[in-house]
């Protein structure tokens, strides 16, 4: 009996021990994590500076700055622990998941730049995922990244990003080009034009001035900064040759989903700009 008492203490120690171990590697992370921060904290010094210099001139932007600095720790801190859980699962309902978020936040945000535009938020939100989606099909039909959450999420929150701001601009721009010469088109429409041949220099301007920052931003890459992606490798350890074709392929998509994303948003604003009789609809353009 005794020595089944003493086997019994003995195994009943072992599982705590084990316990506490498993416990012990659990808030690794979380040590991990917090030695990480100190050179993320100690890069506020800046921020003080930035908070100093406007106070001294009194721009009233202080509270403004320091409020954004906290908003970008705590939601950046946050995306890394829910992209460290989806990159562990390694399962595509994540992936989706994880890219219809940033593409309804996506869609959300430039449909506000966009406000007078009826169902802004929806043009914007199905233009963005329609441009991204083809995009990045095509890639991975190619071989160009495989279909994993490492890949994926990161390329994915590019080109939504960037699409973000084209489809925004687009969809503003088309709207108040129209307002500002409805004379021209109201003319055209009594000519005979359809609504679609009647902007078509509205829709063309916008397109322009949206895409020009894309098309400039690749023809000077490179020679005025090193993009965000080839930063990132190069000074993760990677080859500065690897790192520039990767570099290139972004580049690429960014084009590729932004005019898909712009152009779609023209295509969706239409209906809301005119009525089922070829006119201007006046409650469109009289804010």
């Known amino acids: 009996m005794e020595s089944l008492f003493l086997k019994t203490t003995l ?17 690794t992370w ?7 921060m100190v050179k993320p904290v100690a890069a506020t010094a800046v921020v003080f500076l930035a908070v100093g210099l406007s106070f001294w001139q009194k721009l009233g932007l202080e509270v403004e700055m320091v409020v954004a600095v906290i908003r970008a720790f705590i939601q950046l801190s946050i995306i890394g622990f829910v992209l460290q859980f989806i990159f562990n699962q390694d399962n595509a309902g994540w992936i989706l998941l994880a890219y219809l978020f940033m593409v309804s936040v996506a869609g959300y945000t ?3 730049r966009a406000k007078h535009v009826p169902r802004g938020k929806y043009v914007a ?3 963005i995922l329609t441009g991204t989606a083809v995009t990045m099909f ?10 994993t959450p490492r890949y994926i999420i990161p390329i994915a929150g590019m080109m939504v990003g960037n699409s973000m701001t084209v489809t ?9 080009d129209i307002k500002t010469q409805t004379n021209l088109v109201e003319t055209a429409l009594a000519l005979g034009a359809t609504p679609r041949q009647a902007t078509h220099q509205q829709v063309k301007r916008a397109l322009i001035i949206a895409l020009s920052p894309v098309v400039d931003n690749t023809k000077t890459v490179g020679l ?3 993009p965000g992606a080839m930063t990132g490798l190069i000074m993760g350890g990677a080859s500065p040759l690897e790192a520039i074709q990767l570099q290139i392929v972004v580049m690429n998509m960014m084009i590729g989903a932004a005019t898909m994303s712009s152009m779609m948003a023209t295509y969706l604003c239409w209906p809301a700009f005119f009525t089922k009789a070829y006119q201007l609809e006046t409650k469109v353009f009289s804010n």
């Open 11 to 27: 195994l009943q120690n072992q599982t705590f021990l084990q316990q506490e171990v498993a416990v012990g590697t659990d808030l």
């Open 30 to 36: 979380l040590v991990e994590f917090l030695k990480g």
């Open 110 to 112: 430039a449909g506000q």
């Open 125 to 127: 939100g199905v233009s």
């Open 138 to 147: 095509l890639l991975v039909l190619l071989s160009v990244f495989p279909f």
């Open 168 to 176: 925004g601009v687009t969809m503003k721009r088309l709207r108040d």
């Open 224 to 226: 005025i900064s090193l």
